[in-house]
């Protein structure tokens, strides 16, 4: 019979508050690593990306942090808007620059 | 520009039967890209191609799966036999000439959703 498919992570937010997702990654030899939005029946959409060399970087609203000691990264969205609601990726490349895909985390933010 | 454009949408077909997926990439572009998303296994890359060539096969699950790519216009991606484990939702990506692969300039379209009962 089918699998029965997991749920991912969700982070529910309130309209304006500062949202925060994580990512853990797991390969130290990663040094590119990038945050895609994929809205529902839609392919993903590049958000922003960030080199091992950085720790930080900074967008329109948004903000990649890289903690390489831990592997983690995380997205940060100021003053959240229903239209970021969507489900993130983050993706992590290697000398290769083709990315492997995390599963995923479901922001759904109320209005 | 239209952006990536993919058919169909959707597809619904029985076990055994041919399924073909349809990909026009972003004109001007020399990379192409397959991938299939499901929830248990998120998005994974199954083959690209840089100017119509394939580079890197080793996401495609098994001999049933096959890619083309004849002109820099047009790609397929053909599964025969379907089975029902191949339900999933598929895109097709492209990116620009001088790009290093990088992820910020790959374009996904819509993806078509494949079911096989």
């Known amino acids: 019979g089918e699998s029965v498919g997991l749920h991912l992570p969700t982070l529910s937010v309130q309209e304006g508050d500062n949202s925060i997702i994580n990512c853990a990654y797991s390969?130290?030899?990663?040094?590119?690593f990038i945050w895609y939005k994929q809205e529902s029946g839609k392919g993903p959409q590049f958000i922003i990306d960030?080199?091992?060399?950085?720790d930080k970087r900074q967008g329109q609203r948004v903000t990649v942090l890289l903690n390489k000691t831990v592997k983690h990264l995380s997205l940060q969205i100021a003053a959240t808007q229903p239209g970021d609601s969507a489900v993130y990726f983050c993706a992590e490349g290697g000398g290769s620059y083709i990315p492997t895909f995390g599963r995923g985390t479901s922001l759904i933010v109320h209005p | 520009d239209a952006g990536v454009i993919q058919s169909p949408r959707h597809e619904v077909t029985e076990m055994g039967q041919e399924v073909t997926l349809r990909c026009k990439p972003i004109?001007?572009?020399?990379?192409l890209f397959w991938y299939r998303q499901t929830m248990m296994r998120g998005l994974e890359l199954l083959i690209y191609f840089n100017n119509n060539v394939p580079i890197d096969d080793s996401g495609m699950p098994e001999d049933r799966f096959s890619a083309k790519m004849p002109n820099a216009s047009f790609s397929t991606l053909k599964i025969q036999p379907s089975e029902p484990r191949d339900s999933a939702v598929y895109f097709c990506?492209?990116?620009?000439?001088?790009?290093?692969?990088?992820?910020?300039?790959?374009?996904f379209g819509p993806g078509t959703r494949l079911t096989v009962l």
């Open positions: 960030i080199r091992s060399n950085m």
């Open positions: 390969n130290s030899a990663s040094d590119y």
């Open positions: 990506a492209s990116s620009p000439p001088g790009s290093q692969r990088e992820a910020d300039t790959q374009y």
């Open positions: 004109s001007g572009h020399d990379y």
